[in-house]
């Protein structure tokens, strides 16, 4: 039983470690838009063709349906208009790092 423990708990440790490089990778290779206000901060990596991840604390984000929109009108507009909607609805602003 304890080494069915020990397997299984390797297991989710290598899962755990698998994902924390693969977030590391994206947010590596890709530009980001982070925005900061006193309300909360969000930072939006992406490429030239899509949107790759997000990191945010206070601030609600729908990461999926923003993905869809951001192809729709393409990468560099969504960013101009996130920029924009995030400086007029709160205290901050953004920067492109």
Known sequence: ????????????VGFI????????I???????????SQEGKITIMYNEK?????????????FDEQKKYAEEIGVETYIEEFSKLFS?????SCKIK
């Open 1 to 12: 039983m304890k080494k069915v423990l020990m397997i299984i708990g390797g297991i989710v």
């Open 17 to 24: 470690v698998l994902l924390v490089v693969l977030f590391l």
């Open 26 to 36: 994206t947010s590596a290779t890709s530009n980001k838009l982070v925005c900061e």
């Open 50 to 62: 899509t949107l790759t991840g997000y990191t945010a604390s206070n601030v609600s984000y729908d």
């Open 88 to 92: 007029s609805k709160s205290t901050g």
